[in-house]
Nanobody, 123 residues
């Protein structure tokens, strides 16, 4: 069982930056791939970024490539999402997710989720 708690959300102006954190608890967390997803009102939850258990491999959604960076510190059991050059269309609830093994862009294949944190980008 893995428990995830996100933090770092808030209100920011367009062009600004925020860093989200996801604190994980459980056993053998370095064996879990971690990901970030987001959901805007009236839209489906979409893939943002993912990282392998050892932090070597990363993957990004097309809309955030070049602006967002995912990283992890397994010693602290924490995953981060550095978000730069934020746009109003980045406004959403951001969720941390985890799965055993290889990371995935498919939200249905992540069995563990955090409660989400709201990001609002004003224009």
């Amino acid at each position: 069982q893995v428990q995830l708690v996100e933090s770092g959300g808030g209100l920011v102006q367009a062009g600004g930056s925020l860093r989200l954190s996801c604190a994980a608890s459980g056993r053998m967390l370095s064996a879990y791939a971690m990901g970030w997803f987001r959901q805007a009102p009236g839209k489906e939850r979409e893939f943002v970024a993912a990282i392998s258990g050892n932090g070597v491999s990363t993957q990004y959604g097309d809309s955030v490539k070049g602006r967002f960076t995912i990283s992890r510190d397994n010693a602290k059991n924490t995953v981060y999402l550095q978000m730069n050059t934020l746009k109003p269309e980045d406004t959403a609830v951001y969720y941390c997710a985890a799965k055993w093994g290889v990371h995935t862009t498919d939200r249905t294949r992540n069995p563990y989720w955090g409660q989400g944190t709201q990001i609002t980008v004003s224009s």
